[in-house]
């Protein structure tokens, strides 16, 4: 869909999930329709204020607890650098047992 509508469509798509084939997974879908299965994505206005964060505190195999508490933080600094960042931080635990919201 985001490929054949490539020249129409302007942002780019995040897109998660869980499957009992390969468990957690996260793809990026930039300009261009692409498909690209990626440790973690961050998109958005306040993207660019985060990158330097996330390159340095993301790590593989996080707990729970420990990735809840980097995606609050990166959010977290995004939105008090980028005005239009919103003013409050959803979250959503996707995993075997389906999608709970917070």
Same mark, same amino acid.
């Given at each position: 869909?985001?490929?054949?509508?490539?020249?129409?469509?302007?942002?780019?798509? &995040?897109?998660?999930?869980? !499957? *009992? %084939?390969?468990?957690?997974?996260?793809?990026?879908?930039?300009?261009?329709?692409?498909?690209? @299965?990626?440790?973690?994505?961050?998109?958005?206005?306040?993207?660019?204020? &985060?990158?330097?964060?996330? !390159? *340095? %505190?993301?790590?593989?195999?996080?707990?729970?607890?420990?990735?809840?508490?980097?995606?609050? @933080?990166a959010v977290s600094h995004a939105?008090?650098?980028?005005?239009?960042?919103?003013?409050?931080?959803?979250?959503?635990?996707?995993?075997?047992?389906?999608?709970?919201?917070?």
């Amino acid at each position: 869909m985001a490929y054949s509508n490539k020249n129409m469509l302007q942002a780019g798509m &995040i897109v998660a999930g869980w !499957d *009992k %084939y390969g468990g957690g997974q996260v793809w990026g879908i930039p300009l261009g329709g692409s498909l690209i @299965k990626v440790p973690y994505s961050i998109g958005g206005s306040g993207s660019a204020y &985060i990158y330097g964060f996330c !390159d *340095k %505190y993301f790590k593989e195999k996080m707990t729970f607890d420990e990735c809840r508490a980097f995606v609050v @933080k990166a959010v977290s600094h995004a939105m008090a650098r980028d005005g239009s960042s919103g003013g409050c931080i959803r979250l959503v635990n996707i995993n075997s047992e389906g999608a709970k919201k917070e």
